[in-house]
């Protein structure tokens, strides 16, 4: 299961990726569209960020008991 998370997490920077590369190039002719795909890029990070940050936070807390 840590495995296919792991997967997932790289899945999930490479669609971070994308969407910046989307946007930026979308950007350039619709500019309200291509900022709106590059904030959706901001959430999954924001997203990702925590996730992590609650993981590690598990990992500390059960190493402690």
């Known amino acids: 299961m840590v495995k296919s998370l792991m997967a997932l997490g790289w899945l999930r920077d490479l669609v971070i990726v994308f969407l910046l590369l989307t946007g930026n190039y979308v950007r350039a002719a619709q500019p309200m569209i291509g900022v709106a795909i590059m904030l959706s890029a901001v959430v999954v990070f924001v997203e990702r960020f925590l996730w992590s940050w609650y993981v590690s936070g598990l ?7």
Request: aromatic letters at 0%; proline letters at 0%.
């Open 59 to 65: 990992n500390e807390r059960r190493e402690r008991t």
